[in-house]
């Protein structure tokens, strides 16, 4: 029976979660700034938000919501900050 806990306790979430023990590095989602491999890090889990930046995030069609300039600065950082200051979490 012991044994049965042990496996339960140790290997269960080890299966559920094979990546349980990774952890990102702030310089490991810096090195995500291409186009094609735009990482930012929000709470420490980590996003690859390339397929977004691409898209048309404005209510007018046809134009361009964001252009790549404007989220250059953003890539490969930690933006929890930024999250939490916009929703008033943070003094």
């Known amino acids: 029976m012991n044994a049965l806990n042990i496996f339960y306790i140790v290997e269960v979430g080890r299966l559920l979660c094979p990546n349980f023990d990774k952890a990102w590095m702030t310089t490991e989602v810096a090195e995500h700034t291409d186009d094609s491999d735009w990482w930012v890090a929000v709470q420490g ?11 048309d995030h404005s ?33």
């Open 45 to 55: 889990q980590v996003y690859n938000m390339s397929n977004f930046i691409h898209g």
């Open 59 to 91: 209510d007018i069609s046809g134009t361009a919501g964001n252009a790549g300039s404007d989220l250059e600065e953003l890539v490969g950082h930690d933006l929890t900050n930024y999250f939490l200051r916009r929703s008033c979490l943070l003094p």
